[in-house]
């Protein structure tokens, strides 16, 4: 009995989540569910489980329109799911985990000595040796993990959805895992199995079906007909095109930032790279490559266990953020603009002011709107910030206007290097326009620039070279010329070899 979702969309405050997903999951197949962090993927799973539900289009089995209540409908018609998040409870037993909708009673006890032989079924099903009447607290992630999955198995499920089942298992259980998905698979079960690890879901998967940013990108294609290109493409996207050129040049000389042979107690493997004064380079990778992570390394906030970091030529040590403009001329505009970047009950003249307080604090340490309006105005004029005056929260503003108010604080500080990530995520074209030009002009006047991003098109239409990161090591180093085919194919392959194995 297949399983059709069509054009489905589902919004949350301030997220539309899916835009228009279609899938279609038939009995007998092992069909793989993928896309970056964010696509969209549990949104779905949950759509299909009736936890919730979706805002428009439709989901059907056997040609029969679901509407779904709850996930007890859902477990009802045969629909099973291992969610991302655990939904074990620590302090219960295996069994009462196992069996907790459908516990045997006799003469209205709880049966326990059947309640364990059927608990034990389902666990050597999943092949996890464990005692039923051990708490769920005492077992190890991966072995957690089992028990998830022969929980969902209990239901007898017709369609079997497992959401990044082998995120926290070893590959020996995965191996299990993998043998029990084909065993049902070979019964007629329908499984929708989520993963990033693309060995795994060549190997194991008959048809793929990819999301990107709330869509259906790639719609059941046959494993057989892909290659890790077509599917990293399908994920990523290269159908944009930039939406700006560069027009400056990196000047020669000393580098403003040198990071060499850098290691971090996030796990980062021996980075290194130079960005001159008036160049941008960026960091592109999935997400989950350890780009952000690095950033944060780079401003003291995880611990650097080798190398050494770079200023004008000069050996530093960053400690903080406040310490990483006060001395070193380097601002950081953060991905999470709303608790990082700005402070949303402030006002605009406060948050644009707050780099430079000790400077335009009077003598005796006070701080007056005067001064601190002489420093926002002309930033707030040159930045469009869209506002009928200075004192308005930055809350209130629209998040192309927060991002613009998070530059500008940096640029009254009159930093010379600039790290900023991820600067246009959720926020509007004509606002992610000016920011791109805003950065191109700051290049072209002598500011150092690392970009992080996941926006092929701003990497490559801003970027004069681009470091691959994947898996908290820089993979390959593309000299980009800006054309887009040739860039995207590079980070592409980059990408795609870096998840081969050796
Ligand atoms: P994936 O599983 O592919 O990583 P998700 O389905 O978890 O993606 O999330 C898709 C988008 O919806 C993300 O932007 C996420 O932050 C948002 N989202 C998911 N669940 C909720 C929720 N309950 N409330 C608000 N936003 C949500
Ligand atoms: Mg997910």
């Known amino acids: 009995m297949p399983l059709i979702l069509d054009h489905v969309e589902k919004s949350f405050p301030g997220v539309r989540a899916l835009k228009g997903a279609s899938l279609s999951l038939v009995p007998g197949e092992v069909h793989a569910l993928m896309g970056e962090n964010g696509a969209g993927k549990s949104t779905l799973i949950k759509i299909i489980t009736g936890v919730y539900r979706p805002d428009e289009g439709t989901v059907a089995l056997d040609?029969?329109?679901?509407?779904?209540?709850?996930?007890?409908?859902?477990?009802?018609?045969?629909?099973s799911a291992v969610h991302q998040e655990r939904n074990l409870i620590p302090r219960f037993s295996v069994a009462d985990n196992i069996l907790l909708e459908g516990m045997p009673v006799k003469n209205g006890l709880i049966d326990v000595k059947t309640a364990y032989a059927e608990a034990r079924k389902h666990l050597k099903m999943v092949g996890l040796d464990v005692d039923p009447a051990i708490e769920v607290r005492r077992l190890s992630v991966a072995q957690m993990q089992m028990v998830e999955i022969a929980k969902a198995l209990s239901h007898e499920a017709k369609v079997l959805l497992l959401d990044e089942p082998t995120a926290s298992i070893t590959d020996a259980e995965s191996e299990t895992l993998f043998r029990l998905v084909r065993q049902l698979r070979d019964r007629g079960t329908a499984i929708l199995f989520v993963s990033h690890k693309l060995e795994e879901v060549l190997a194991l998967c008959d048809r793929i079906t990819v999301l990107r940013d709330g869509e259906t990108t790639l719609a059941g294609a046959p494993m057989a007909t892909m290659t890790r290109q077509r599917l990293i493409e399908a994920m990523i996207g290269r159908a944009e095109r930039p939406v700006i050129a560069r027009t400056g040049r990196p000047q020669a000389g000393t580098p403003k930032l040198e990071v060499r042979n850098v290691s971090t107690a996030a796990g980062h493997e021996r980075i290194s790279f130079k960005i001159q004064r008036g160049e941008i380079v960026g960091i592109y990778g999935l997400v989950g490559a350890g780009r952000t992570e690095f950033a944060r390394a780079l401003l003291g906030k995880e611990r650097l266990t080798a190398g050494e970091v770079l200023i004008d030529g000069k050996s530093v040590k960053i400690r903080s953020v406040e310490?990483?403009?006060?001395?070193?001329?380097?601002?950081?505009?953060?991905?999470?603009?709303?608790?990082?970047?700005?402070?949303?009950?402030?006002?605009?003249?406060?948050?644009?002011?707050?780099?430079?307080?000790?400077?335009?604090?009077?003598?005796?340490?006070?701080?007056?709107?005067?001064?601190?309006?002489?420093?926002?105005?002309?930033?707030?004029?040159?930045?469009?910030?869209?506002?009928?005056?200075?004192?308005?929260?930055?809350?209130?503003?629209?998040?192309?206007?927060?991002?613009?108010?998070?530059?500008?604080?940096?640029?009254?500080?009159?930093?010379?290097?600039?790290?900023?990530?991820?600067?246009?995520?959720?926020?509007?074209?004509?606002?992610?326009?000016?920011?791109?030009?805003?950065?191109?002009?700051?290049?072209?006047?002598?500011?150092?620039?690392?970009?992080?991003?996941?926006?092929?098109?701003?990497?490559?239409?801003?970027?004069?070279?681009?470091?691959?990161?994947?898996?908290?090591?820089?993979?390959?180093?593309?000299?980009?010329?800006?054309?887009?085919?040739?860039?995207?194919?590079a980070i592409i392959a980059a990408i795609h070899a870096a998840e081969s194995p050796a």
Not at 64 to 78: C, M
Not at 455 to 480: C, Q, S, T, W
């Open 63 to 79: 040609g029969k329109p679901l509407f779904l209540s709850s996930p007890r409908d859902a477990i009802a018609l045969g629909i």
């Open 323 to 489: 310490e990483a403009i006060k001395r070193f001329r380097l601002g950081y505009v953060s991905e999470d603009r709303k608790h990082e970047g700005v402070v949303l009950g402030h006002s605009i003249r406060t948050n644009v002011a707050m780099t430079v307080w000790d400077r335009i604090a009077g003598r005796l340490g006070f701080l007056t709107a005067r001064a601190e309006r002489q420093v926002a105005a002309p930033l707030a004029a040159r930045l469009e910030i869209r506002t009928p005056n200075l004192e308005q929260l930055v809350g209130n503003l629209s998040g192309g206007n927060q991002q613009k108010v998070s530059l500008a604080k940096w640029l009254a500080a009159d930093v010379d290097l600039l790290i900023v990530d991820e600067p246009t995520v959720g926020i509007d074209i004509k606002a992610k326009a000016y920011i791109h030009e805003l950065l191109n002009g700051l290049a072209d006047n002598g500011m150092s620039v690392l970009l992080i991003s996941s926006d092929m098109p701003e990497m490559i239409g801003l970027a004069d070279r681009i470091l691959i990161m994947h898996d908290f090591k820089i993979v390959h180093e593309h000299l980009n010329d800006r054309r887009y085919d040739v860039a995207s194919v």
